[in-house]
């Protein structure tokens, strides 16, 4: 997930809906990410998991000009 402004980020979303375009911006609400870390075969692998309470349509705010 790549931060791009104060009031959303961008990333990749994995859902099973038919309802839903690729590409298409979407809201999170309840939006909590949490971090992990596991040793497997010693190598320690570290990320943040992100859960939502659901995935509704949503918009990217407009550009300011200037």
Do not use: K
Not at 13 to 42: C, D, K, M, Q, Y
Not at 54 to 64: I, R
């Amino acid at each position: 997930m790549r931060h791009t402004g104060a009031s959303y980020c961008s990333g990749r979303l994995l859902i099973s809906s038919s309802r839903r375009t690729v590409g298409a911006p979407v809201s999170l609400p309840g939006l909590v990410a949490r971090p992990w870390e596991s040793v497997f075969n010693g190598q320690q692998r570290h990320g943040i998991a992100y859960r939502a309470t659901a995935v509704a349509p949503g918009a990217f705010p407009m550009a300011q000009a200037g």
